[in-house]
């Protein structure tokens, strides 16, 4: 099995920032391409970057230098650097991974999600 843990959500003031983290872990071969979607409440899931195992990078419009995704040295952690934060960014922030499985399978996994607030 392959679990992704979040982490870094919480409280910050318009401007402010955060830093969210995610780990893989448990049966995992190679992670290709890993990424951060979000959840506002009444609205779809949205895709907010993701990464390749290159380092190539793909951004929403909305978070274009505002926010970086990036990735560990051991490449089974990804973070997301949100600066300049917005009332609008407030959401639930999910992480994302397409991982080959040590049996050679491919999985798409979800973390639990983690809170970010947005708020003066």
């Known amino acids: 099995q392959v679990q992704l843990v979040e982490s870094g959500g919480g409280l910050v003031q318009p401007g402010g920032s955060l830093r969210l983290s995610c780990e893989a872990s448990?049966?995992?071969?190679?992670?290709?391409?890993m990424g951060w979607y979000r959840q506002a409440p009444g609205k779809q899931r949205e895709l907010v970057a993701i990464?390749?195992?290159?380092?190539?990078?793909n951004y929403a419009d909305s978070v274009k230098g505002r926010f970086t995704i990036s990735r560990g040295n051991a490449k089974n952690t990804v973070y997301l650097q949100m600066n300049s934060l917005k009332p609008e960014d407030m959401a639930g922030y999910y992480c994302?991974?397409?991982?080959?499985?040590?049996?050679?399978?491919?999985?798409?996994?979800w973390g639990q999600g983690t809170l970010v607030t947005v708020s003066s």
């Open positions: 994302n991974a397409d991982v080959i499985t040590n049996m050679m399978r491919y999985l798409e996994v």
């Open positions: 448990g049966s995992i071969f190679r992670i290709n391409a």
């Open positions: 990464i390749a195992t290159n380092g190539g990078t």
